[in-house]
C-alpha cells in the first residue's frame, strides 16, 4: 500500500497538544477536527450543504449500518460514498466493529471474524478483517479503520484476549487493503487498562499505519480514566501521524482529548441531542423544551452566527419542540455541529498560538457539564 | 380598513387563465402561484431558507393550529409570524374555520361562532369571526381569511345555512378587521350546487374584498365538480382581485384550476407526499421506494434543477426512505414544492405568451396523475 496521496503535515505543538493538516485526496483536513457522523450515508436530519456550511471538513460513515444496507456493492456501483451522499470532503468509515459488538443480535466470535444477526432484519451475516477492508474499500472513504474487537473496559481477562486478536486482525487488514487513496488506520484497544494500553500502542505503531486511532474508550470508564490511557497511548504513537479518538464528542472531551495530542474526533453526540432538543452551548447544555424559553427571543446561542442563532429565537425553537417539527432537529443539529467546530477551530488558533493551556482554562470558567435527561447514549 | 397596501397588477390574460403581480407590504407575489403550507409556522421537514430556494415566494401559516399553540399572543410578542418563523416574504393565514370542522374533537356551531376541544389538549376553546381576525392580526400574515363554515359538500340543507352563516360571518370579520398593512379575503362556500356557489359568489364579491377565495373544494368532490364550481364562481368574482382556491395542489388541479382563473394555490400536498415518500414531476408521481431505483442512477427528476435533483440518484433517495432518514423528507419537500412553482412559473409564462390551452394540452400529454397509496389526505 503507497499512501503518498496522505500527510500530516504537523504545524505547531503546544505540550502536547498539536495543530496540523491532514492532506486526504479529497481535500485538507485542519485538525484538530471534530467529525459529524453520518451512520446511514447521511448525517440526520441534515443536507450535505446544511453540513458543510456548518463548517464540517470530515465526516464519518458506519461500515457496519452501509454494509447491511444498502450494501458496499450499491454504493461502489453508484461511484462510491462521495458520489452516493453527495459529501466532496473527506470521509472517514469505521470498521463496523463496534457496532458488530453494540448493536448486532446475537454474535459468535472467532479468530478469523465475526458472525452476527442484523439488527434490521435478522439475518446471518459475517465480517472478518478482510472482507471489512473489502467492504470500506467498495465504499471508498478517504480514511478507513482496521476491524477491531471492541470488549467491555473492566473484564481484563476479556480485553487482553480481545485486544491480542485486534493485532492480529490489524495485520491481517493491513494485507487485504490494496486501494492507495484510503489511508487505513490501526486501532489501539486495551480498555482501562495502562499497561495493555502500552502494549497495544507498541504493537499499532509499530505497524506503521498512516493514522492511528484510541477505540474502546467513552464506554462507561470514568472521564479520569479515559484522560490516563489517552496519556499512556498518546506518549507512544507517533507523533508525525494523525491520532484519532473514536467515538468521543462531549465538549469537555474535546477540550481533554486535544490536550492529551488527539487530532481527531467523531461522535454522534450533537446529532442525536438535537434530535432529544437539547442545544450544545460553549457555557453548557441548554434544554430547549424549558418552558424559561417560551418567550425568549435571543438566538439558541448569541455568541454563535450559525444558521440556526441567524433571527431565530429560543421561543421559536422550543415551540418547534413542542410542536414537534422535524425543523427542530435540524436547526438543533446545524447548532450543535456548529458548537464543537468551533471548539476544535479555537483549540486549533490556541495552540498555533502557543496558549492551549489558557484556552483550555477559559473554557472551564465558562462551561458547566450540566446534561440533559437525554443525553445517555441510545 | 385602507388596503393601500396591497394590489392586484393583471399582466395578461389567456382565455380565462390570468397572469398577474400581487404586490403585499413583504414583496410582489407572481401569480398564479402555489404556497407551500407551513401549518405550524414551519414548513415540513424544510428550513425557510430551503423553502426560498425552491421558489416559494408566499407561504401559509395555520390559525387553527398557532392559535393553540404556541398561540398568537406568543407570535405577536416575538414580533409577528415574518419575525418568529424567519420568512420574510409573504405569507397567508387561513381563519381556522376549515380545521375546526375537520381536526378540532366535538364542535357546538352557532351564529356567534364555533366552540370546540382542542385536538392537542382537549381543552375547550372557541373561535368567532372577531376572534378570528384578531388572533390573524397578532399573527401578522399579509393576507388573511374571513372566519368561514366548512360543511360537507354534498348535503344541500346543511350547505346552505353554513353559505348563509359564512355570508354573516364576512361581513362581521370585515368589520373587526382593523390592521391597514394586511389584505383580508372573503370566503365563498356552497359546496357543489352552482346556484349556491354563484348566489355566494355574488353576496362576497359584494362586500369589495381585496381578494376573494373559494373554499370547500377539494374536500370529496369529483375533479368536474370542482371545475364546475370554478367555472361559476370566478364568472362572478371580479377580475381585478385575486382569486384563491383553498386547499388545492395536486398538479392537474393548478392546471385545471389556473385555466378557469385562479390565482393563488395552497396545499399540504407536496410536503405530505414526500414524508410518504413520493416525488411530484411532471410526467406523474413516483414511490421512491419502488424496487425499480435501487440501482438507478438518475436524479429524480432529470428536467429538475432543484437541490436534491443536482446530485443525487434516485438509488440514494430510495435509500434514505428505506433507511427511514429524515433527509429524504427534505429532499423530497425541496423537490415536490420546486415541481408546483415550476407548474405554476411554466403556466404564467405561457398566460404572458398567450399559449395557454397549447400549454395545457402539453402538460397532459406528459403527465399522468397516477397515485401512491399515501396520497390519501391524512
Known amino acids: 500500500m503507497n499512501n503518498s496521496a496522505f500527510s500530516f503535515e504537523l504545524l505547531a505543538q503546544d505540550c502536547d497538544a498539536r495543530a496540523g493538516i491532514f492532506h486526504t485526496p479529497h481535500g485538507d483536513i485542519p485538525t484538530p477536527i471534530f467529525a459529524p457522523v453520518g451512520t446511514q450515508a447521511a448525517v440526520k436530519a441534515l443536507t450535505p450543504a446544511q453540513v458543510e456550511a456548518a463548517g464540517a471538513s470530515l465526516i464519518l460513515a458506519n461500515t457496519y449500518h452501509l454494509f447491511l ?24 468509515t469505521d ?143 507517533p507523533a508525525d501521524k494523525p491520532r484519532y479518538l473514536m467515538g468521543v464528542g462531549a465538549p469537555e472531551d474535546l477540550v481533554e482529548g486535544i490536550q492529551r495530542g488527539i487530532d481527531i474526533f467523531d461522535c454522534v453526540l450533537p446529532t442525536r441531542l438535537a434530535r432529544h432538543q ?33 433571527g431565530f429565537s429560543r421561543a421559536y425553537i422550543r415551540h418547534l419542540v413542542v410542536a414537534r417539527e422535524i425543523l427542530a432537529s435540524t436547526l438543533l443539529s446545524i447548532h450543535n455541529i456548529t458548537t464543537l467546530l468551533r471548539i476544535t477551530t479555537a483549540a486549533r488558533q490556541a495552540v498555533l498560538e502557543h496558549r492551549y493551556t489558557q484556552f483550555a482554562r477559559d473554557f472551564y470558567l465558562r462551561y458547566s457539564s450540566n446534561s440533559s435527561p437525554m443525553e445517555t447514549t441510545s
Chains 1, 2 share one sequence.
Open 95 to 237: 470498521s463496523g466493529g463496534f457496532q458488530v459488538f453494540s448493536l448486532a443480535q446475537t454474535r459468535k466470535v472467532d479468530d478469523d471474524g465475526v458472525a452476527f444477526k442484523s439488527h434490521i432484519d435478522g439475518s446471518t451475516k459475517r465480517l472478518t478483517p478482510e472482507t471489512s477492508i473489502a467492504v470500506q474499500e467498495q465504499l471508498g472513504a478517504d480514511i478507513i479503520m482496521a476491524f477491531d474487537e471492541c470488549a467491555h473496559p473492566y473484564d481484563r481477562t476479556y480485553i487482553t484476549s480481545a485486544m491480542q486478536r485486534t493485532h492480529r486482525w490489524a495485520e491481517r487488514c493491513q494485507k487485504a487493503h490494496v486501494r492507495t487513496d484510503q489511508a487505513l488506520f490501526g486501532i489501539v484497544q486495551g480498555g482501562i487498562f495502562p499497561d495493555l494500553r502500552e502494549q497495544s500502542a507498541e504493537f499499532i505503531a509499530s505497524l506503521g499505519f498512516p493514522g492511528n486511532a484510541i477505540g474502546g474508550l467513552s464506554v462507561g470508564e470514568t472521564k479520569a480514566e479515559m484522560a490516563a490511557m489517552l496519556e499512556v497511548v498518546n506518549s507512544i504513537l
Open 278 to 310: 437539547a442545544a450544545m452551548t460553549l457555557t453548557g447544555r441548554l434544554n430547549m423544551l424549558n418552558a424559561s424559553y417560551a418567550h425568549d427571543p435571543q438566538p439558541i446561542d448569541p455568541t454563535c452566527s450559525c444558521y440556526a442563532c441567524r
Open 69 to 92: 444496507r444498502p450494501g458496499s456493492e450499491l454504493v461502489a456501483e453508484m461511484g462510491g460514498l462521495h458520489q452516493f451522499m453527495q459529501w466532496q470532503q473527506p470521509i472517514l
